[in-house]
């Protein structure tokens, strides 16, 4: 087969897939009664009509484009990252809690602000190199310790807002006490968008792209992702390697979470990792783990998001549709590379 | 009368093990023919969303546990249908579902939130419940908690004792022996994930028709359950009985923090209900740490008395998974 032929083969697989999403959420607000295309228009609407919806966009996507090139070093070397959400949490509190330390200081608001940023990326670090050692020190599969980790960071949070750092009176779960404006990621006028954030968040995919396509450190991992038997036979530290995949992971999702506090929420919210973490690992897993594509399928992952926020208004549909259309595209692009694989081998 | 209080407590935790139960006996058995079902949480969530629907609408609990259970088993047919013939990651698949089946199940339940329904009235065992203490611990549980501990005892004595159950046995650990003897290895694991996944489904209706009853979305409090269960399977080291321990230890360690809360007024809930995860990840440590090299190289160097005592404590709690879990088998 020629190779501009596998290519269009290639392209028309994928958009099969797609195809076969829309379709069976199409379906699904079919069954509830829902009207699809009004549907699909309002999303598409709330996504994308105003300078302000856009700029919402971009608030989703930079903590989600950071969580997902995260990942994307945590797959390379082979590894379920499912610990990322308590990781973003992590950076959270350790973001909040140094802006509480300095908050009544004579310390410049930027200095604080910019230390406050390197905490929280200290603090999801912590929690990543923690899920490393559970995996590598005591063979506890990453999935697993990562999954016990993220409920406990959840309480830990929960225990920060209802105690230490409750709000002056009672504690409610609208959070922490919000930081005065001082203290805030410099917002564009008008808008809840921070254009230092988003100068993060490319940085973030430029590195990662850098570091995976041509540094040693990028082809190490990856050979310790394809064949980690291989690669120790070839003298490659393995599981210096796999602590390392964690640790990088964990300081952008410490970003990702500091980000959530300088930058959005302005406080410590109970679910302030808001699923990124999550959704992250769709995004990676459906880009195939290629930091390029990953910026721009996070950016329609976040439109989906904003765009969904006016269902249940106007509409009285759950917003969690964008999470149905999210999960679709993933479970039907891998169903459509497996058709592919399976045909591709039949002819051979 | 704190006796008393002690032992509705203790009660209360044999009702609400039931539910991860069948979630842990479900997962087990997929696990055990090699296919990792990563979707219980978000299946469970769906499962209880269909249960609390279905029974709604037709006013019939077990039409309720009926649309539970093949929620369950289609989600396991996705599963097994990527994983066995299309040879996709299972982690990838089960994810993935995880994800979907938990945004479907509060899609499509919105409708249903709060509302009245139907559910399980206990079931109060003639003279056998007069008996003093034990008779209201033991004997006036609803049905499905009876139920959940046969599904122990009958898994055990399947998964052990029968021959079909040596052959689920065989095609998680050796399928192509298991193949070489007649096995039809991938037939046999779309059975059991898909049987698996029924069981599983059931944990969801048992919530929402019985334990939890309703449907709340996503102030349930049932999300995050289904992750728990994977862990218990782990913990359970695929062997129902040593897996229903962990159940009965959960949800005993949840209770617990429950019972803990009015000393304790300062400290949410929500932080005393996660006091079993870190436990839980200090099990799966003691579990799996004799399987690592670091542990085996430092063991080798102690004098013989001392490493035997270490090794064989290690192996008393390691559990080692299906050796052929997660891997594809081709039968050509």
């Known amino acids: 087969m020629s190779k501009s032929r596998k290519i269009l083969l290639d392209i028309g697989f994928q958009l099969l897939g797609v195809l076969l999403a829309v379709l069976f959420t199409t379906l699904i607000l079919l069954f509830t009664g829902a009207p699809p295309l009004q549907t699909y228009k309002l999303i598409i609407t709330g996504a994308f009509s105003s300078l302000n919806s856009i700029s919402n966009d971009f608030v989703v996507w930079v903590p989600l484009i950071l969580a997902t090139v995260g990942l994307l070093v945590t797959f390379s070397a082979g590894l379920w990252n499912i610990g990322i959400e308590g990781q973003i949490t992590l950076g959270a509190i350790f973001t909040t809690g140094l802006i509480r330390m300095l908050l009544d200081t004579s310390v410049p608001p930027l200095l604080i602000i910019f230390l406050s940023i390197l905490a929280g990326m200290l603090g999801g670090a912590i929690w990543a190199t923690l899920a490393g050692a559970l995996k590598t020190f005591g063979g506890v599969n990453e999935i697993f310790g990562g999954l016990g980790l993220n409920f406990v960071a959840t309480a830990f949070t929960l225990w920060l807002i209802f105690g230490p750092w409750q709000r002056p009176g009672v504690g409610s779960m609208s959070g922490t006490e919000p930081f005065p404006e001082s203290l805030w990621l410099p917002q564009l006028p008008g808008l809840r968008m921070s254009l230092w954030s988003l100068l993060l968040g490319i940085l973030a995919v430029v590195i990662i792209y850098m570091m995976l396509r041509s540094t040693y450190f990028g082809l190490k991992l990856k050979a310790v992702g394809k064949n980690i038997r291989a690669a120790f036979l070839l003298g490659v530290p393995t599981w210096q390697y796999m602590m390392l995949s964690f640790i990088v992971c964990g300081l952008f999702a410490g970003l990702a979470g500091a980000i959530q506090v300088v930058a959005v929420y302005h406080r410590l919210i109970p679910s302030i990792s808001s699923g990124y973490g999550f959704l992250g690992l769709l995004v990676a897993m459906l880009v195939n783990y290629q930091a390029i594509w990953a910026a721009f399928i996070a950016f329609f992952y976040a439109a989906l998001n904003i765009g969904a926020i006016q269902l249940p208004i106007v509409l009285k549909l759950d917003s969690t549709l964008s999470g149905i259309l999210q999960g679709m595209l993933v479970l039907f692009v891998l169903i459509v590379d497996g058709v592919r694989q399976r045909l591709l081998k039949k002819r051979v | ?332």
Request: aromatic content about 10%; glycine content about 10%.
């Open chain 2, 1 to 332: 009368m704190a006796d008393n209080i002690i032992l509705i407590g203790l009660a209360g935790v044999l009702t609400a093990a039931a539910p991860i139960l069948f979630a842990v006996i479900g997962e087990t058995i997929s696990e055990r023919a090699g296919v990792i079902n990563l979707s219980v949480n978000g299946l469970i969530l769906l499962a209880a969303m269909a249960g609390f629907a279905v029974a709604v609408n037709t006013t019939n609990l077990i039409l309720g546990f009926l649309a539970g259970m093949v929620v369950g088993g289609l989600v396991a047919l996705v599963v097994a249908f990527c994983s066995i013939t299309l040879h996709q990651s299972q982690v990838a698949v089960g994810f993935v579902l995880a994800l979907l089946c938990r945004d479907l199940a509060y899609f499509l339940g919105n409708p249903y939130m709060g509302l009245p329904g139907p559910r399980l009235s206990s079931l109060h065992i003639p003279v056998l419940e007069n008996i003093p203490i034990l008779g209201p611990f033991l004997f006036r549980q609803d049905i499905i908690t009876y139920l959940s501990i046969l599904l122990v005892i009958a898994a055990y004595i399947f998964i052990y004792k029968t021959r079909p159950g040596l052959i689920l046995r065989g095609i998680g650990e050796r399928p192509s022996a298991a193949f070489a003897r007649g096995a039809n290895v991938n037939r046999l694991r779309y059975v059991y994930t898909v049987i698996g996944g029924m069981l599983v489904g059931m944990a969801g209706p048992v919530y929402s028709l019985s334990v939890k009853a309703g449907w709340k979305g996503t102030i349930s409090g049932l999300d995050g359950l289904g992750w728990i269960a994977l862990s218990i399977t782990i913990f359970g080291g695929w062997n129902p009985i040593r897996a229903a321990f962990g159940a009965y230890l959960f949800a005993f360690l949840q209770w617990f923090g429950l019972y803990l809360q009015p000393q304790m007024p300062n400290i949410p809930s929500q932080v005393l209900q996660v006091a079993p995860f870190p436990l839980m990840i200090l099990t799966l440590l003691f579990v799996n740490i004799g399987n690592t090299e670091w542990v085996n190289r430092m063991l080798a160097g102690l004098n013989e008395p001392t490493r035997r005592f270490i090794s064989r404590i290690l192996r008393s709690l390691s559990a080692k998974p299906p050796a052929s879990l997660g891997v594809p088998f081709d039968q050509e």
